[in-house]
Structures are given as structure tokens and as C-alpha cells.
């Protein structure tokens, strides 16, 4: 390996590294403690190479959340290629996402609740689009290629809505798999669709 190509490899990973520590530190201790100065503690480099990877903690949080929505959609896929059809895909895929949703609960405010640099939409980074895709999926055999956008816009909606509620502690536990069953359930009568 070329001294130049051992330097870009030791620089991808001190960037890597950046980002998981900022995850990690987000997961365990909230968005609030992720400072560029703790960071640097724990990783033990200067507040200056850490600002040659990043502008700040901005820059960072936008990092992570770009990973995490990139790591929601393998999960998304995944759930939807072990689907038996249409129907179930909406209710495994919805599963997923919620399931992702709290077992990763710094990520996810970071991909859809704090002030970071990402855009969705026609422009969005490859991975916001490939993820929004696979929400599209879900609907893609029930609706016009017209109507799919803003049909998954509002499924996303009310998915997030639940995610955050849920996260909050604002809605009882016991009630979870009941009330994925009547979106699901809802979704499938708006579009007119069987949900056998």
C-alpha cells in the first residue's frame, strides 16, 4: 500500500470514528453531551483534527443521521423482501421502521428531529433517497405512480408520529402491536386493497 493510499485509509477511519463516537456518546448520555471538546477526549485526538473531518457538531450530527437513515433503509428492505405479499410488507416494513425507531433513539432524532444539513426530496443525498424508496414500495402496488408520493408522505407521517410519541412515553406499551394493526388495517381500506 502507498504511503498515500495507508494516509486516506488512516483518514476514512478517524472520520469513521468520529461519527460512531458521536453516536455512541448521543445513545448513552443524550444529544447534549456530544461536544467536539468531549469527542476529542474520548478518541483522544485535538479539537483540530477533529475540525479538519468537521466543522462542528452539526457537521457530525448530520454525519450520523445520514448513516443511520442509509442503515434504516437496509433494514426497511429487509423486512419488505421476507414479506409473503403487498399487505404484509406494510405491516412488517412498519414494524421495522418503529422497531428501528426505538432501539435507536439518539439516531433517529438526529435523522428526522435536530437541525441538520440534509434536504429530502428530488435533491436528497442517495441514501434519504433510497430509503424514502423503500417506503414508496410499500405502496407502489396499491396506488397511482401519481398519488405515491404524497401516500407515503402521510404513511411516514403518522409512522414518525408514533415513533416519537412512543418514544416520549406518550402512548402505553401494552397497545403497540394493536395500533400498528389499525394503520396498517387503515391504510389498506383507503387504498381499497385486501389485507389478506
Known sequence: MSPQARKERERAERHQRIIDTA???AESQGWEAVTVRRLAELIEYSQPVLYSHFAGK???VTAVALQG???LAVVLRKAHDEAAGPADALSRVSRAYLDFAAANPARYEA????NVDLVWGLDAPQPLRDCFAELEALFRPFVAEADLGARTEV???ALHGLATLDAHGRL???LREQRLDILVAEWLAAVGADPA
Not at 435523522?111 to 435536530?114: A, E, R, S
Open 172 to 174: 402505553r406499551p401494552d
Open 111 to 114: 435523522m428526522f428531529m435536530m
Open 58 to 60: 452539526s457537521a457530525i
Open 69 to 71: 437513515v442509509a442503515d
Open 23 to 25: 453516536r455512541e456518546l
Open 155 to 157: 404513511a411516514w407521517s
